[in-house]
């Protein structure tokens, strides 16, 4: 009895995930076809729409595409022609978004059906718009975001604080296995200057850290335990792309690699001193960062070590991936 159910309960669960490998948000949630409110400002006005024409305001059903939708305003004294872009409606844009880090395919399942597009709840048709393009909201939203920017003039300077706050380490430590370790927390504080209105040169300081947790808190550690920290200092050209920017420079490293004991009550194991190991290391520094606001910045920065210059002098690979949040003011104009 309880193997049946168990079996029964398995068998639910698989046929649940393959309906959402299989399908996607916009396939289960959407239909192919979905009611839409057109109005207008003009008394007595009909539209003509997929060669039928409605006395407005009038609510009908409408088939879902990815083409434009064109419409006709039609009055007395007025003709006009209206193009409704097609946009990707809420299910595609914000289902997705949850279940692409564990589902990716469909993702890519709903980019090839077409329920994935609208064109809105309701269609105003202002007689007095000069464009004749309309826009659903998110699709509205979608297009200031990518249209709107922040212009850069030569001359500017701005100063920078960011916080890298996913640290990736890779460290060589001398007389030690290679050591990895992925953690939380660094803060940077530097300068650009702009020598040319989308081009800049940028100075920086950062100190960055493996930490157990995403925020500064009071961990309590028993054992042995690996930490590792890096304070480096960075030197960027840097090409600005809109709200994109690129990075590619040079970089002074000082790498430390620790091995603590934590117990209140136990001596250190005899097998294993606690030690600490240093290295200062010439490397370079690549970097991308998109501007999500007039001030926020969101960036991830490649910064690799070649060249180690203490405590000895040699030829070494080590790195440092960070996922950092900087904020940019400006103090010239």
């Known amino acids: 009895m309880v193997a049946t159910i168990l079996n029964s309960t398995l068998r639910n669960f698989i046929l649940l995930i393959l309906l959402l490998i299989f399908s996607s948000c916009a396939t289960i949630i959407t239909r192919k076809e979905y009611n839409i409110n057109i109005s207008t400002n003009l008394p007595n006005a009909k539209a003509e ?24 305003l039609i009055c007395d004294t007025l003709e006009k022609v209206f193009l409704v872009k097609a946009s990707p409606n809420a299910a595609f844009l914000y289902g997705n978004l949850i279940l692409y880090p564990i589902f990716p395919i469909t993702f890519g ?49 701005y100063l920078t604080c960011s916080f890298p ?23 940077s504080a530097g300068l650009e200057y702009f020598y040319r209105d989308n081009k800049y040169i940028s100075l920086s300081g950062s100190t960055v850290m493996d930490f157990i947790i995403p925020v500064p808190a009071s961990v309590s550690f028993s054992g042995e335990v690996e930490n590792m920290y890096s304070v480096y200092t960075s030197l960027s050209d840097n090409h600005r792309f809109r709200r994109f920017s690129i990075a590619y420079g040079i970089s002074f490293s000082r790498n430390t690699w620790e091995l603590v004991y934590y117990d209140r009550y136990d001596p250190p194991p005899s097998t294993r001193e606690q030690v600490t190991k240093t290295s200062n290391s010439l490397g370079l520094t690549f970097g991308g960062s998109h501007q999500v606001g007039k001030l926020f910045n969101i960036g991830l920065i490649y910064r690799p070590t070649i060249l180690t210059v203490y405590p000895d002098f040699s030829l070494k690979y080590e790195h440092l991936v960070s996922l950092e949040f900087k904020w940019k003011i400006r103090v010239k104009k």
């Open 109 to 157: 399942i709903d980019l090839t059906n077409q329920k994935r597009f609208y064109y809105g709840k309701e269609i105003f048709l202002d007689s007095q718009d000069t464009s004749g393009i309309i826009r659903p909201k998110i699709y509205q939203n979608y297009y200031d975001y990518w249209t709107k920017s922040f212009p850069t003039k030569k001359g500017h300077i």
């Open 165 to 187: 706050w996913v640290n990736s380490f890779y460290l060589q430590p001398t007389l030690e296995t290679p050591k990895m370790n992925t953690g939380f927390i660094g803060f």
């Open 49 to 72: 729409i997929l060669d039928s024409i409605y006395n407005l305001p009038a609510d009908f059903n409408i088939k879902r595409s990815k083409e434009d939708l064109k419409i006709k």
